[in-house]
């Protein structure tokens, strides 16, 4: 399975608009909850291209050539060091396929290895079991539950802090093709 992470411009404003409209992204997501017209989308880029670097940082995943979800980092601290995390896959079909786990294991390991950044933070849904397992499997902590602070599906649910350090990231070295990293013969290591 060739899982590759490609600048967000790769993927069709339209299909990120139909992403970002669908109700199994926008509520697990904790975003989108209103109709996106593709002008916000396009203002939306427009944002990411004009922090791309300083404040955030945006990846369409791609599963053998065709984008399948998101993956970023955003509100960057580069004085203390830490960023926060994100992904969605767009189809629950990919679930459970390791796309999700080589998408951010990558991006972690270019957040860590390339940005030298030391800790990475997120925020998922208690309700998310499949996100849960996915940050506790690449070697996310708990750090505390935000008790009912997001309203979903007609109720408040709790919402998960969790992190991983620099020093307890293993990135798998099965993926060094996909790398967002190169040494310094200009390969990717």
Known sequence: MNIQLLPIDNVDISLLQKWQNDVNIK???????FPIQIKSVENWLESVRKQNGTKRVVYGIFLENDPVGIVSL?????????????????????????????????????AFNAMGLQRIELEVLASNKNGIHLYKKIGFEDEGIKRS?????????????????????????????????????????
């Open 27 to 33: 509520y697990l997501t904790k975003g989108f909850i």
């Open 74 to 110: 955003h509100d960057i601290d580069y004085v203390n060091s830490n960023a926060k995390f994100a992904i969605y896959l767009s189809d629950p079909k990919n679930n459970n396929k390791g796309i999700g786990f080589k998408a951010t294991s990558i991006l972690l390991d270019f």
């Open 149 to 189: 602070s997001y309203f979903f599906d007609g109720r408040y649910v709790d919402v998960h802090i969790m992190s991983i350090l620099k020093n307890e990231f293993v990135f798998n070295l099965d993926y060094p093709s996909n790398r967002l990293i190169l040494d310094l013969n200009g390969k990717k290591s």
